[in-house]
């Protein structure tokens, strides 16, 4: 199936909403399941774009990244150097800077990079996923340009212990181990996450980053390779605890700590030596947020501390005869943030309510090269003043008014405002027009202005404006649920920040003048049951243009107009999930359309991504008896070993299978 068979398959669902009628609220049971129609129509969100993904799919993806999630069932294109390797996001085109990614409240972007990867984090210690759209990521801080990602964990006052244990085995000598133990009572409860994931990752693929001619025949022979050296591991604890003395007050304290090493394949354009060129890369996270929160009759007062903190090591090593292995990159980062934020909100009347936060950040950057002998120290102070003022009128129109004002090293920097609307087309039904404006705008890096050799101090902020305008409609029927949404954005951003090669050697950070990013987002989901059966369908469709209207740097600079790198024009996926009994299957199919990798979009140089197809299957069946359960799965990626790259000189397996075993007591 290609992109047009899902756009049709999407367009199908968004037809059949105008022949229904809508029910607000509404509740129906599946099979001993209560399904929700969550309220669409609330002020404190009008004009956003949200996203949030289901239980289901976090349950079906519990032995994979985050990555692997937000590319098979988001909008969210994936730039991903390799199984088990580096995965940034690019939100609506945008760079992986430009996507904020929080985690129960804290920022945990990298001060150094400016972004994180999500190679890193298991969906495993994941309770809930939320995405915000574009300017909808203006309520957790700016920056955000593209989006944000919030991860959070959350508790159960259901005063019962659990136990729930994973173990996956799968192709490439993969492992992964996962333990859950929850315990407690109605004001005391404690959550404990341990995982371990390990992977040979030695597949093989057609190698056609080198080639041989044939004599004979004049052909090109491309050779099959393996991917060597390329193992990683990983292991590490989420452990929570809450704290509740009265119904209006609850304190909570959660740590995330984590160890990963993995050793970085060379590209598949490399002919050297196999003693030369090897890389390793290790993580070591720390992560701490203590909340207290207090519920009022009609206010909520929230006051968090967190700190974050990345020990990051990338070493590459040669081969010299009669000295061993020899370095000649010996990188050694260490990054700490502390985060602290003060909210207040009330709800002065039902229809009328108000929120203020204000969020005082500090974040300390050492990085040093022991061969290179370079390296800088830095710190950045942030202050960060929100309010937000929302109104509804007469369950017709929601409006939302939010105000940012941040200071970067006592530096002001620009004011961000936005404005959203929610309005109701049809009394007694959600069918919502919906739109935003907003400002925005981005700070650079501390690479990006420090790092040796190539950092640039002169940097100017990205900054910039967005419009964003779309339908949203929800519908209940007969035990289903119908949810779709079509969404419009324009985003248009002076200084853009770009590492170029200069002529020094070396890559630099510039501004370019100007890039437009549009597009148009569609997500549709009808859920329910037909007797005994059990379905879901999700999809999503995106068209992403990211177009460089920058001054052209030379004459006949050719990325005038073009497309920027990596983004795909096209994208979609598509979710089907059936369960009857104890069976259940899920069919996920992913699309996107060619990238380029050169900024000038020459289809005629063997410098670009063509459009792939990808396709997983997931079976399996869950065992009941009194208080115990036991699920196996069998899931099979890659279903018709596609051959594809995300990125270039970067191999990705074909068909590869997972099976998964789960006890839950």
């Known amino acids: 199936m290609g992109l047009r068979g899902l756009i049709l398959i999407l367009g199908l669902l968004a037809f059949s909403s105008l022949y229904s009628q809508g029910i607000q609220d509404s509740v129906f049971q599946i099979d001993g399941v209560e399904v929700r129609a969550e309220r669409i129509f609330e002020k404190e969100k009008a004009g956003m774009k949200e996203t949030t993904i289901d239980t289901v799919v976090l349950k079906e993806k519990v032995n994979l990244s985050l990555s692997d999630l937000l590319s098979e069932n988001t909008s969210v294109f994936i730039k991903n150097h390799g199984r088990g390797a580096l995965a940034t996001a690019s939100f609506r085109g945008t760079a992986a800077s430009h996507t904020q990614v929080n985690w129960n409240g804290i920022n945990i972007n990298s001060p150094m990079a400016g972004m994180v990867d999500f190679s890193l984090i298991p969906v495993h210690i994941i309770d809930e996923l939320n995405l915000k759209h574009g300017s909808a990521s203006m309520t957790d801080r700016s920056g955000g340009i593209g989006g944000s990602i919030n991860i959070q964990n959350s ?95 609850i304190f909570s304290l959660k740590y995330w700590g984590q160890h990963s090493d993995r050793t970085i394949p060379r590209a598949t354009s490399y002919e050297g030596p196999e003693n030369s060129n090897l890389n390793n890369q290790s993580d070591t996270d720390h992560k ?48 700490k943030s502390f985060i602290n934020t003060f909210s207040y909100s009330r709800e002065i009347k039902p229809d009328f309510s108000i929120e203020s936060t204000m969020d005082v950040n500090l974040h300390d950057v050492i990085s040093q090269d022991s061969v290179s002998k370079t390296g800088y120290e830095r710190q950045r102070f942030e202050l960060s003043l929100f309010l937000a003022i929302r109104k509804s009128f007469a369950d017709r129109l929601n409006l939302n008014l939010m105000l940012r004002q941040d200071w970067v090293d006592q530096d002001r920097v620009p004011f961000v405002p936005y404005l959203g609307f929610d309005f109701r087309l049809i009394r007694g039904m959600d069918l919502m027009l919906k739109g935003n404006i907003a400002r925005n705008y981005h700070q650079p890096s501390l690479n990006d202005l420090y790092w040796k050799p190539g950092g640039n101090p002169a940097l100017l902020p990205e900054q910039g404006f967005s419009v964003e305008t779309g339908l949203e409609y929800q519908l209940v029927f007969k ?143 869950e065992f009941r008896l009194k208080g115990f359960s036991f699920t196996a799965e069998l899931k099979i990626y890659n279903l018709f070993n596609e051959t594809y790259h995300s990125i270039l000189y970067r191999p990705m397996p074909g068909r590869n299978y997972h099976l998964v075993f789960i006890i839950q007591i």
Do not use: C
């Open 479 to 621: 035990q289903q649920h119908l949810k779709t949404e079509l969404t419009l954005y324009r985003t248009d951003i002076d200084n853009w920040i770009l590492w170029i090669p200069s002529y020094k050697g070396y890559w630099e950070p510039r501004n370019i003048k100007r890039v437009l990013s549009k597009g148009v987002e569609y997500y549709a989901q009808l859920r329910g049951n037909l007797n005994r059966l059990n379905y879901k369908l999700a999809g999503t469709y995106a068209y992403t243009s990211s177009i460089n209207f920058g001054d052209p740097l030379v004459w006949s600079d050719e990325s005038y107009g073009k497309q920027l790198v990596y983004i795909p024009l096209h994208s979609g996926n598509l979710m089907v999930n059936l369960s009857y009994r104890n069976y259940f299957i899920t069919y996920q199919h992913n699309s996107y359309s060619e990238r380029f990798t050169t900024s000038s979009n020459d289809p005629t140089r063997r410098d670009w991504l063509y459009p792939y197809f990808m396709n997983d299957l997931m079976v399996g069946k």
């Open 155 to 249: 508790v159960n006052w259901d005063n019962r212990s659990k136990v729930k244990y994973v173990q996956g085995i799968g192709s490439y000598r993969t492992f992964d181990e996962f333990l859950h133990v929850e315990s407690g009572n109605e004001k005391v409860r404690l959550k404990t996450r341990l995982y371990h994931n390990y992977s040979k990752n030695d597949y093989t693929f057609i190698n056609r980053g080198i080639g041989n001619l044939d004599p004979e025949t004049g052909e090109i022979i491309y050779p099959l390779d393996t991917n060597d050296n390329a193992v990683y591991s990983r292991y590490g604890i989420v452990q929570e605890i809450y704290y509740r003395p009265g119904s209006n007050h």
């Open 288 to 335: 701490v947020v203590v909340d207290w929160m207090y519920y009022g009759q009609k206010s909520k007062f929230l006051l968090r501390s967190g700190y974050s903190g990345k020990q990051l090591d990338y070493t590459q090593k040669n081969q010299v005869p009669g000295l061993g292995l020899i370095p000649t990159i010996y990188s050694e980062s260490s990054q």
